[in-house]
């Protein structure tokens, strides 16, 4: 079964420390996605990637980071440097170049930093 | 600047009433729309969509309306059933230049048995 699998479902952080949220598709999709989910506030792109080895800031990148070394693996980064971070995080993958159809989502990580 | 926005944030009603989600936009590059359905610590799910060039899409229990001229799309579910209870997000893109979706805030409904 083609999906997107995300882990681990639930991640606790100390202040100060970095974390990495793992996002893996075997749908063969070019672009993926890293959103995050505050109540209220809706879903809200951090970054997205529509090929391999590329990326681009969202609407709130600071204190984040990625890579997209493979086509199926889109890893983000929680730095000490986001100062709000605990959150629902979802990863999605789509089969165009910013399509908006077709999003497939990871059933997410709730982060909580300790 | 929200361009998506769900003004209410819930919604409840009776088990075989119709329920209406509501959805405002401001971009009128918009072309395509979807609603997609998140339940509690999984992610969303995509339930039905519409193009600009439509006015009406209808998928079983579950019909999308637009009105391009007041920038507005709803979600009618008929007849609503406990298990529709969940939050609906409305999305939207400028589908013809490849744009990424824009998500609004989403609406908890509750379907009451």
């Known amino acids: 079964d083609g999906g997107i699998t995300q882990s681990p479902k639930y991640l606790f952080r100390k202040e100060g420390q970095n974390v990495t949220l793992s996002c893996e598709q075997n749908?063969?999709?070019?672009?993926m996605y890293w959103y995050r989910q505050d109540p209220g506030q809706g879903l809200r792109l951090i970054y997205y990637?529509?090929?391999?080895?590329?990326?681009q800031k969202g609407d709130i990148a600071e204190g984040y980071s990625v890579s997209r070394e493979k086509k199926e693996s889109f890893p983000l980064t929680v730095t000490s440097a986001q100062k709000n971070p605990t959150a629902f995080y979802l990863c999605?993958?789509?089969?165009?170049?910013?399509?908006?159809?077709?999003?497939?989502f990871g059933s997410g990580t709730r982060l909580t930093v300790v | 600047d929200q361009q998506v926005k769900q003004n209410s944030p819930s919604l409840s009603v009776q088990e075989g009433r119709i329920s209406i989600l509501n959805c405002d936009y401001t971009?009128?590059?918009?072309?395509?729309f979807l609603w997609y359905k998140k339940y509690p610590a999984e992610g969303p799910t995509f339930l039905i969509s519409?193009?600009?060039?439509?006015d009406k899409n209808e998928d079983g229990r579950f019909t999308v309306f637009l009105n391009k001229s007041a920038k507005h799309l709803s979600l009618h579910i008929v007849p609503s059933q406990p298990g529709d209870s969940a939050v609906y997000f409305c999305?939207?893109?400028?589908?013809?230049?490849?744009?990424?979706?824009?998500f609004g805030e989403g609406t908890q409904l509750t379907v009451n048995p």
């Open positions: 519409i193009s600009s060039i439509k």
């Open positions: 971009n009128s590059m918009f072309d395509y």
């Open positions: 990637s529509q090929i391999v080895n590329d990326f």
């Open positions: 999305a939207a893109s400028e589908e013809t230049s490849g744009s990424r979706l824009t």
């Open positions: 999605a993958s789509s089969i165009g170049q910013g399509t908006g159809r077709g999003y497939t």
């Open positions: 749908l063969n999709h070019d672009a």
